[in-house]
T-cell receptor, first 107, second 112 residues
Framework: GQNIDQPTEMTATEGAIVQINCTYQ??????LFWYQQHAGEAPTFLSY????GLEEKGRFSSFLSRSKGYSYLLLKELQMKDSASYLC????????FGSGTKLNVKP | DSGVTQTPKHLITATGQRVTLRCSPR?????VYWYQQSLDQGLQFLIQ???????AKGNILERFSAQQFPDLHSELNLSSLELGDSALYFC???????????FGPGTRLLVL
């Protein structure tokens, strides 16, 4: 199987920047996804990385280093509605999801 | 709205019973995935179908089975239910496999 590691919980202040890290085993990697999930709701797609580098999409950016088995999701200008769990998922012939990072945004 | 539909939204049943969860993928998507998410837990991948055929299997119990029909909708059958099967069950779809998945709203199952 795959071991996907993310911090369990993080807290940040409204208007700030937060970085959520994700590490995975590198062999056989085919792509990395980030999803946002509000409590009791379905995950929604945020970003997809298959090549090294930074993908920017508005306030959210995602970075990938395939050689290091490392990705991060960067959230800028945090808003209260960004309080949610952020799931890292990797594709190696099938999908493996991390346990998610619960982000608490404080006023 | 992701375009993926799941029914029912909520299901309450008793231990030992059998239930069927239904999923209709987004128009044009050939792959369907099933996930289980227990309270405050991550998503556990159960099984993937592609165009009617089983493509990948995850942590699916022998008491659980699934299939994808010619019209591409999928059903997840859970039998001999136990209290620990209480969870949110999500279905997701993608165009073929390995691309972005779009999740349905989930079925919340409560086993009493």
């Amino acid at each position: 199987g795959q071991n996907i590691d993310q911090p369990t919980e993080m807290t940040a202040t409204e208007g700030a920047i937060v970085q959520i890290n994700c590490t995975y085993q590198t062999s056989g990697f085919n792509g990395l996804f980030w999803y946002q999930q509000h409590a009791g709701e379905a995950p929604t797609f945020l970003s997809y990385n298959v090549l090294d580098g930074l993908e920017e999409k508005g306030r959210f950016s995602s970075f990938l280093s395939r050689s290091k088995g490392y990705s991060y999701l960067l959230l800028k200008e945090l808003q209260m509605k960004d309080s949610a769990s952020y799931l890292c998922a990797v594709f190696f012939n099938k999908f493996y999801f991390g346990s998610g990072t619960k982000l608490n945004v404080k006023p | 709205d992701s375009g993926v539909t799941q029914t029912p939204k909520h299901l309450i049943t008793a231990t030992g019973q059998r239930v069927t969860l239904r999923c209709s993928p987004r128009s044009g998507d050939l792959s369907v995935y099933w996930y289980q998410q227990s309270l405050d837990q991550g998503l556990q991948f159960l099984i993937q179908y592609y165009n009617g055929e089983e493509r990948a299997k995850g942590n699916i119990l022998e008491r659980f089975s699934a299939q994808q029909f010619p019209d591409l909708h999928s059903e997840l059958n859970l039998s001999s239910l136990e209290l620990g099967d209480s969870a949110l069950y999500f279905c997701a779809s993608s165009a073929s496999g390995g691309e972005t998945q779009y999740f349905g709203p989930g079925t919340r199952l409560l086993v009493l």
